[in-house]
């Protein structure tokens, strides 16, 4: 028996009970794209009409779509042939780490530190620490910020200085944006590892290291040799346990920044959607009994909730479901799929920040009976569920759906 588990990160399916806390009634990332589309809103000269999406419908995700939001209208889907459900968040936030972390049964039931949405956004005495360990000559930016505008903004000012552009978001980060060739790669690596140290006693989740090239406004772009520095997960999660009982534990994407490494033995990078679903299709016919197989696909939220782009998040979604067949096809006796999400990023929503959502738990496999789930109180159900198919210890958290 083995475990692969796909998080379509930021597809969220419906504002979560709480959500107004968070600012986001009413959010529904895949409501609102679909909604978009059936309305014409998203076509252009590389998709058109209502969004399709046969293969995610037929393992019922249009029926976990509807649990989470009862206003979604129906659509066609055949026979079910996954289980389906909607899990909303224990979890004090509405970030990466604390989506991935209880999925693996860890939920995060303290804060994380943020910074306020003031100009300067950072302490002064962080920033005084920064320049002085990293001898940079000063930084710009030290806002909130959306990452491609902070760019545009100060991208040529950054090349002409050589000073980083340092801001954060509505998440618990210090992100750091450079040059690759201008100002080194290796370089931002050095200065966003220094961040983390500094930023530890603030409580920050991640530092995320940002790359771009280009030579001016017009042509600046972000790569996909981002890392994040995340803080390590404060007890045990599933993965850990795998690896400690002698299971491989394969990170796809940016899993492993996500767990500081924690519980990984095998950490495999990407470039996009598509890379990543190639490298989950090789470790499913490679991956040993009992493994783990762990994939991010990030673009759903960087390339398209943050920026607010309706048709190429529809157009992404399509691209991912006419891979499913492939990944069907390569399953093994046993295997259990988990497909998934780590919060929302409703691109209708004013603003570039997360949406605190319900997410759509999609569970298949030869041997995995289909039908509902309900709704579930918390993500770490999706770990409970793993470590009970695989046969490993029961977690603190989480109930299982199998």
Known sequence: MRAIIGVLDSFGIGAAPDAARFGDAGANTFGHIAQACAEGRCDNDKRKGPLNLPNLMALG????????????????????????????????????????WEMMGLPVDYNWGYFPETIPTFPEKLIADFIARTGVPGILGNCRASGTTVIDALGEEHVRTGKPIVYTSADSVFQIAAHEAHFGLERLYEISHIARELVDAYNVGRVIARP???????????????????????????????????????GIGKISDIFAGSGITQSIKTEGNDDTFDRMLECAGSAPEGSITFANFMDFDQSFGHRRDIPGYAKALEDFDTRIPSLLAALKPGDLVVFSADHGCDPTMPGSDHTREYIPVIAFGPGIAPGPIGKRGSFADIGQSIAGHLGLPKLAHGTSFL
Do not use: Q, W
């Open 61 to 100: 995700l249009g029926l976990a779509a509807r649990e989470a939001d009862p206003r979604v209208p129906a659509m066609a889907h055949g026979a079910i042939t996954g289980r389906y459900g909607a899990a909303a968040e224990l979890s004090l936030g509405k970030d990466t780490p604390s989506g991935h």
């Open 212 to 250: 771009f090239v280009g030579e001016n406004r017009a042509t600046f772009k972000r790569t996909y040799n981002r890392h994040d520095y995340a803080m390590p997960p404060r007890a045990a999660t599933l993965l850990d346990i795998a690896k400690d009982h002698g299971r491989a534990v394969i």
